[in-house]
């Protein structure tokens, strides 16, 4: 790629993870599509896909914060276009 | 329940109107009726994005198609639950490309980026069109909720017809005097129908029936309980497909850059995947209808899964909270409906039109803005026609084979300039074009019933198979092109050269 920064940063691979994890729990639906166990009559397949829901907002949270410092750190708010 | 819809929708259109004057800009400039002048803070764009996102799509479509296939429709929770992470990673982005360089519209930033006419205007032709079929979605919505109250006034299909032209005339009027803030307005108080709608159904509906386990039961077919592994491949990649698309279409740019601030608009970001419950629920209805006789029989005489919401709504409340719940759905689909046809609008004003008459007058662009969005909206109508009911969800993931072919140029281009003018405009019309011929192919040239294609691995969603299709190109011929010292196209504002 002919469009350098400065390199892929520690905190650059944390921010990745903290999307690509979420991401990855909600598509990969081999692992999660089963009926058993149940939560008060409803089949896994559902509940677990709603609880999910609840699941992903603290990884986009801690991304949004982290994101935040890492602003606060370069004064260009970290675009480079 | 008829008196208790009217009496909201008073206060709802009072709302509309009232919003084109709160924090009122100058509404004779484009960016202040399609933008609301760029000063939504995190609240307000949670409830606008929410009310772009949670459509006559999540009411009506998501759980017809639940009712009628099963399990496999249950694809819209985790596309809503990953969306917003391909959110978090490009939209702030594109936010603060935006401030910094002016830009109101994706065809602003890849006409810059790219320094190609023809990209930009590319991309705001797909996104116009690609909007049509959602619109037509969201007066299918809104039909269906007039038609499920104006039931046994005369037969059904004349019903239903009464139903869609009322239905388009208000759309139509509402877009027209509004703009952005007034929807933006209507959107909180839409929300605030919306979560009742579901929270008081789902108790009425489940204390009513003695709870899931009377709704799973094993008389009802397997399909609703979990997936075969057959349908894997296909949910995957609606899944996948779906929430890489979503931020793509040009209502939910708007949505993004009239955030105040790239903080504010990932906080937002970040808590509205909570919505998505309320998704999930209503996908929910699709077999909770099952369960009671007298909604499933009101289905079954429209013959259209569509009515599933609305029919388990008048069938477990009481009548005057079945009026809130039923305006609720119905606006629903209207406040999206007027917010695409905005985004539409803006974007044929912008990157169109201004491309060939540079000297147009602000008044003359919104004049024109105007007017569009309600041409639009007929021409959305005709999309209203080629669907069979139940699987009025067709419409929308029709919209993301289209909107998904922005992805190269629009959400790559963000990070990286390697790409090639030519190389994405030959990617973006392999995309379309192939995405089109495999879903009149998929379809047998009938009417749109499916959006999955069979191939050697099971069957696969067209909009993947499209940008599988338009990475290709654009990567090959990326690596293909030289690159010339300075762009062809002259028109171009010479705004910042690439230094490579």
Same mark, same amino acid.
């Given at each position: 790629m002919k469009y350098p920064k400065t390199g892929m940063?520690?905190?650059?691979?944390?921010?990745?993870?903290?999307?690509?994890?979420?991401?990855?729990?909600?598509?990969?639906?081999?692992?999660?599509?089963?009926?058993?166990?149940?939560?008060?009559?409803?089949? #896994?397949?559902?509940?677990? &896909?709603?609880l999910l829901l609840v699941i992903v907002v603290p990884f986009y949270l801690a991304f949004t914060y982290l994101q935040k410092h890492n602003e606060s750190a370069e004064p260009n708010g970290g675009v480079t276009s | 329940m008829i008196g208790s819809f009217i009496v909201l929708f008073a206060i709802f259109t009072f709302l509309g109107f009232y919003g084109s004057r709160w924090r009122r800009g100058d509404?004779? &400039?484009?960016?202040?009726?399609?933008?609301?002048?760029?000063?939504?803070?995190?609240?307000?764009? #949670? #409830?606008?994005?929410g009310a772009d996102l949670y459509t006559a799509y999540t009411f009506v479509a998501?759980?017809?198609?639940?009712?009628?296939?099963?399990?496999?429709?249950?694809?819209?929770?985790p596309y809503v639950a990953i969306t917003f992470g391909v959110a978090l990673a490009f939209a702030p982005r594109l936010w603060k490309i935006s401030k910094e360089k002016g830009y109101i519209?994706?065809?602003?930033f890849v006409k810059d980026r790219f320094e190609s006419r023809t990209l930009s205007i590319l991309l705001a032709i797909v996104g116009i069109v690609a909007l049509l079929p959602y619109i037509a979605l969201q007066i299918v919505g809104m039909q269906t909720v007039l038609a499920s109250m104006l039931v046994g006034i005369a037969n059904n299909t004349?019903?239903?017809?009464?139903?869609?032209?009322?239905? #388009?005339?208000?759309?139509?009027?509402?877009?027209?005097?509004?703009?952005?803030?007034?929807?933006?307005?209507?959107?909180?108080f839409k929300d605030i129908l919306i979560w009742l709608t579901v929270i008081v159904v789902i108790a009425a509906a489940l204390s009513e029936i003695g709870g899931f386990s009377h709704v799973f039961t094993p008389s009802l077919s397997a399909k609703y309980f979990a997936l075969s592994s057959p349908q894997l491949p296909a949910y995957m990649s609606l899944v996948l497909g779906s929430a890489m698309a979503l931020y793509l279409y040009p209502h939910a740019v708007n949505g993004i850059l009239s955030a105040e601030s790239a903080h504010k608009l990932r906080l937002s970001t970040s808590f509205l995947s909570i919505y998505g419950i309320g998704l999930g629920l209503l996908a929910l209805f699709g077999v909770l209808v099952y369960a009671v006789p007298g909604a499933l029989a009101m289905v079954k005489s429209f013959g259209s899964g569509l009515y599933v919401v609305p029919a388990l709504i008048l069938n477990t409340l009481p009548p005057w909270l079945a009026g809130v719940a039923l305006l609720g759905i119905f606006v629903g689909g209207l406040v999206p409906?007027?917010?695409?046809?905005?985004? &539409?609008?803006?974007?044929?004003?912008?990157?169109?039109?201004?491309?060939?008459?540079?000297n147009m007058t602000p008044q003359g662009e919104t004049r024109l803005a105007k007017w569009a969005s309600a041409a639009f909206k007929f021409i959305a109508l005709?999309?209203?026609?080629?669907?069979?009911?139940?699987?009025?969800? &067709?419409?929308?993931?029709?919209?993301?084979?289209l909107i998904l072919q922005l992805f190269p140029s629009l959400f790559i281009g963000l990070y990286t300039r390697w790409f090639k003018k030519e190389a994405l405009i030959v990617g973006l019309l392999g995309g379309i074009f192939s995405g089109v011929y495999l879903v009149l192919l998929a379809n047998h040239f009938g009417k749109l019933i499916t959006s999955v294609y069979p191939t050697a691995v099971g069957s696969i969603y067209i909009a993947i198979l499209s940008l599988g299709i338009n990475l290709l190109l654009t990567i090959v011929l990326s690596a293909v092109i030289p690159r010339r010292a300075k762009a062809e196209e002259v028109p171009v504002p010479p705004t910042k050269v690439s230094t490579q």
């Open positions: 940063k520690s905190t650059d691979v944390v921010l990745v993870l903290l999307l690509l994890i979420p991401a990855l729990l909600n598509f990969y639906a081999p692992y999660y599509n089963m009926v058993n166990p149940t939560l008060g009559g409803l089949p #896994f397949f559902w509940w677990f &896909q709603i | 509404m004779g &400039q484009l960016n202040e009726w399609a933008l609301a002048g760029r000063r939504l803070g995190a609240t307000l764009a #949670f #409830f606008l994005v998501v759980p017809s198609g639940v009712y009628a296939a099963g399990a496999l429709y249950a694809f819209a929770i519209t994706g065809s602003d004349v019903v239903e017809e009464v139903a869609l032209i009322i239905a #388009f005339i208000i759309l139509a009027a509402f877009t027209f005097t509004s703009g952005l803030r007034g929807a933006t307005l209507t959107a909180v409906a007027a917010i695409m046809a905005i985004a &539409q609008a803006n974007l044929l004003t912008r990157n169109i039109v201004k491309e060939f008459r540079p005709a999309f209203v026609f080629v669907i069979s009911s139940t699987y009025a969800i &067709q419409l929308q993931l029709l919209g993301g084979i």
